[in-house]
């Protein structure tokens, strides 16, 4: 009868070491999607919506991989409907980081608009930036802003959800 009990205890141990998460229980994250697709931009503009329903917090990556005209700029954010798609509303990030591409000068941000600004004839070649955002609806963009004369900025936005 012993036997029998150790037996049973075993399988009931076995069972709950497999079923039970052997260390802290972490948030799940969606795989990698865009937000946009590394291409040229002539002109202010912004991508499609994309649902995020079910996501909690987005960490939100710029890479930037060249830049032509005279006095051109770029500002990128990153916006939000609350009625499927007619009205976009700007959102703010809680935490941004900008790197130049040679990893010498960086800036972090925190509660800002634009997580990216690039000041006229700043070369965009190897920019990079993260930004993180907790507060969106069901839907997000981005959303860019460029000026000058002939200006052309090839970039990709990039995100990352938590759930």
Do not use: H
């Not at 150790?6 to 865009?34: K, M, Q, Y």
């Not at 916006?79 to 000068?105: I, K, R």
């Amino acid at each position: 009868m012993s036997v029998k009990r150790s037996l049973s205890a075993l399988l009931v141990f076995a069972v709950l070491a497999f079923l039970l998460p052997a260390g802290p229980v972490r948030a799940a994250t969606t795989s990698p999607f865009d937000l946009q697709t590394s291409a040229a931009q002539t002109a202010t503009g912004n991508g499609g919506g994309v649902a995020v329903a079910g996501i909690n917090e987005l960490l939100v990556f710029f890479s930037c991989t060249g830049s032509s005209g005279t006095g051109e700029t770029l500002d990128v954010l990153l916006q939000t409907t609350s009625d499927g798609g007619t009205t976009w509303f700007d959102l703010p990030f809680e935490l941004a980081q900008a790197t130049d591409g040679d990893s010498a000068e960086t800036a972090a941000v925190t509660n800002a608009r634009d997580f990216i600004q690039l000041g006229a004839d700043v070369a965009c070649s190897g920019v990079q930036a993260v930004a993180k955002y907790r507060n969106f609806g069901s839907q997000v963009r981005v959303k860019w802003f460029i000026s000058g004369t002939t200006p052309s900025y090839t970039f990709s936005v990039k995100a990352i959800g938590k759930t």
